[in-house]
């Protein structure tokens, strides 16, 4: 059984079987990265382009890995030194791409709905990987890949998303598909990076970090997007760590067997204490292990589908 849809653009439009289906695949994918022989023929005489117009290294680079992984040929276009410096538009460049053979793009963009539009204009696949402020879905994928593989589900546990709301994409993306699966999910941040009517969405929303994080089964720390921000939306780093930095302290409001997540990269001593980031409750490296895995999930499930076998070649 396949995804039965030509792209992945968001966890919104996701129902809680096809987020089940992609974490189930996910589970042979990450068996392939612990042989000696990481490989499998499954998606050989495929090609898989990643498109960024913003910076990356673990989404890129792990959407690369797995294509590889898969057995499928990969492009990527550095639009730093593509012809989009010389004017040449989106649409263009999509185009342009998609005529060499391209069977699935891997986009980043600023803008909000790039995605959408790239998926309205072209045959192939087009996998969000982050698009302006909307939805970051594999990242949250990742993220939920790992939450089940620690505690083995998502009804009943209580997940806190902490600090800059406003402009992550991840928390957007987190929020619809841990709320699906049955996760009570939480969000705390200042009041000037946090989204309007974002109870709408169903979670609780808190301004006291203390508050937020008693209890929490997981908490998933936001960096803080200081290239999005405007002036005025906080102090200084200095007191935004002071009210808002996960601590030590903070942490052990949380359960006991708390979960501590982070997208990365991370701002060592804002956001989040290095004593918490190297602590045994992260998981801040399994995240990037199990992106491999989840995004070869992926590529398999909307290029293939059908039944995996791990067939070494």
Same mark, same amino acid.
């Given at each position: @059984? ?37 490989? +499998? ?43 989009? !410096? ?72 209580? +997940? ?13 993306? #987190? ?15 200042? &009041?000037?990076?946090?989204? &309007? ?22 908490? #998933? ?7 999005? !921000? !405007?002036?005025?939306?906080? &102090? ?5 760590? !002071? ?19 982070? &997208? ?23 995240? +990037?292990? #199990?992106?491999?895995?989840?995004? @070869? ?5 909307? @290029? ?7 067939? +070494?070649?």
């Amino acid at each position: @059984m396949g995804l039965n849809r030509k792209d992945l653009l968001g966890l919104q439009d996701l129902s809680a079987e096809e987020i089940e289906l992609i974490l189930d695949t996910a589970v042979p994918m990450k068996d392939i990265l612990g042989r000696e022989i990481k490989k +499998v023929p499954t998606l050989r005489g495929k090609v898989v382009a990643t498109l960024f117009y913003e910076p990356s290294t673990r989404t890129r680079t792990s959407f690369e890995l797995a294509a590889k992984y898969m057995g499928a040929d990969t492009m990527s276009l550095a639009v730093s030194t593509s012809s989009v !410096q010389k004017g040449e538009s989106f649409r263009d460049t999509a185009e342009t791409i998609e005529v060499m053979g391209v069977d699935t793009i891997i986009l980043r963009h600023s803008a909000s709905g790039s995605a959408q539009y790239l998926a309205n204009i072209v045959k192939a696949s087009v996998i969000n990987g982050g698009d302006g402020t909307h939805e970051h879905p594999t990242q949250a994928l990742l993220d939920m890949f790992t939450i089940r593989e620690k505690r083995g589900g998502f009804k009943g546990l209580k +997940v806190v998303i902490l600090g800059d709301i406003l402009h992550s994409r991840v928390a957007r993306s #987190n929020i619809w598909g841990l709320a699906k699966m049955g996760a009570e999910v939480c969000v705390v941040g200042p &009041p000037t990076l946090m989204p &309007p009517d974002i109870e709408k969405m169903g979670v609780k929303v808190f301004y006291q970090v203390e508050e937020a994080l008693k209890d929490a089964d997981v908490i #998933n720390v936001l960096r803080l997007q200081l290239e999005r !921000q !405007q002036k005025g939306l906080f &102090p200084t780093v200095r007191e935004y760590h !002071q009210l808002y930095g996960l601590t030590p302290e903070r942490l052990k409001l949380a359960s006991r067997d708390v979960l501590i997540l982070h &997208p990365g990269p991370m701002n060592r001593g804002v956001e989040i204490d290095p004593e918490v980031a190297d602590g045994p409750q992260a998981s801040i490296v399994d995240q +990037v292990a #199990n992106g491999v895995a989840v995004r @070869m999930a992926l590529l398999y499930l909307l @290029m293939e589908g059908g039944a995996f076998s791990a067939v +070494v070649s």
